[in-house]
Nanobody, 120 residues
């Protein structure tokens, strides 16, 4: 399973960005999908997650500003980021838990990350 993330960039405070992460390769099923981020000198942290049934979970720091969604037909997860703040600056990583074939154990797969910089 390969993950390709896109949509990062430079944005001014208060602006918006939309991240996308598409999974490809040998995929039987995808369970949870999530976005993490890692700022310089800090540990990687969970930003938002979504189950196969559509239930969502957010870090307190992004609640009300970020929205995670998924398109199961496209094996893609999105992160709509609004009202961005300088503290949101980080490398954003997508992660999916997937099975490559029927009966396989679910495994976590990570994308390479996309840089988000919030600065005036």
């Amino acid at each position: 399973v390969q993950l390709q993330a896109s949509g990062g960039g430079l944005v001014q405070p208060g602006g918006s960005l939309r991240l996308s992460c598409a999974a490809s390769g040998r995929i039987f099923s995808i369970n949870d999908m999530a976005w993490y981020r890692q700022a310089p000198g800090k540990q990687r942290e969970l930003v938002a997650a979504i189950t196969s049934g559509g239930s969502t979970n957010y870090a307190d720091s992004v609640k009300g500003r970020f929205t995670i969604s998924r398109d199961n037909a496209k094996n893609t997860v999105y992160l709509q980021m609004d009202s961005l703040k300088p503290d949101d600056t980080a490398v954003y990583y997508c992660k999916v838990r997937a099975r490559s074939y029927f009966g396989a154990a679910a495994m976590d797969y990570w994308g390479k990350g996309t840089q988000v910089t919030v600065s005036s």
